[in-house]
């Protein structure tokens, strides 16, 4: 996919012609067959424009809310068509910010997910952190994966972290982190003791695929917990 060809869904979205973007993609299906293709190359490339494009206040909270449902419809009609590879045995547990933006990202990542094998959940956003460690208990997934975070929904990320592994109902699961500010504040992700990283829904594919199972940390009885390390300067950043 060129750039220009890009840049033209691109400019249909904006617009909100919704004729364009599905003429658009049913031709880009029709030509490549692909709809992981299309997934990776065109409506995700596209739902990083529009993110930015918003943070720097160049769109409206307008267009950015209907380029992205249009968008969001696109990869609806897609995920059927999905090529499906063979089952690997292996859960994920998608979660997300509660903006549209980050809802579709980790939807797609949800999607691809699915059809590159693994057995995926997807959460959405908005779900109490609470009830997020009672399904990690109940699943046992082999990754949780929290897309998109807002800056402000940092700490709320690290006490979840924090809280999977106090109770330790699922230690060998490993936490990924992708999207959102943690593609903008480099080393956060590590800051916050998360286990992967990736910054987008194929590269967490592939570290997914390549990881092993998380090993525990080995507690003493009796032995003082770990101190929370001092708040970083990349921490303090990404929360302001």
């Not at 980050?102 to 059809?115: H, K, N, V, Y």
């Not at 940092?154 to 106090?166: C, M, N, W």
């Not at 080393?187 to 570290?207: H, M, R, S």
């Amino acid at each position: 996919m060129s750039a220009p060809q890009v840049e033209r869904f691109l400019e249909s979205l904006l617009t909100g012609n919704r004729a364009e973007c599905r003429e658009f993609i049913q031709n880009e299906l029709a030509r490549t067959g692909s709809s992981q293709g299309i997934y990776e190359n065109v409506i995700w490339p596209a739902m990083e424009r529009i993110d930015n494009l918003y943070r720097r206040d160049q769109i409206n909270i307008v267009t950015e809310h209907m380029a992205t449902r249009i968008n969001r419809s696109l990869a609806d009609q897609l995920q059927p068509a999905l090529r499906k590879q063979p089952e690997n045995g292996k859960r994920i547990l998608i979660m997300c910010a509660a903006g549209e933006q980050e809802e579709l990202g980790a939807q797609m990542c949800s999607d691809l997910f699915e059809a590159n094998g693994w057995d995926s959940y997807f959460l959405g956003g908005g779900v109490p952190n609470d009830e997020v460690v009672s399904l990690v208990g109940q699943l046992r997934p082999e990754i949780l994966l929290v897309f998109g975070t807002v800056p402000h929904g940092v700490p709320e990320v690290r006490a979840l972290i924090d809280q999977i592994r106090e109770i330790a109902s699922n230690p060998t699961m490993n936490i990924m982190i992708s999207g959102g500010v943690f593609n903008r504040a480099d080393g956060l992700w590590q800051e916050i003791n998360a286990d992967l990283f990736a910054p987008t829904a194929k590269e967490a594919i592939e570290v997914a695929n390549a990881s092993e199972p998380r090993i525990p940390e080995i507690r003493i009885p009796g032995a003082p917990k770990k101190r929370r390390r001092r708040r970083s300067p990349v921490l303090a950043t990404a929360e302001a």
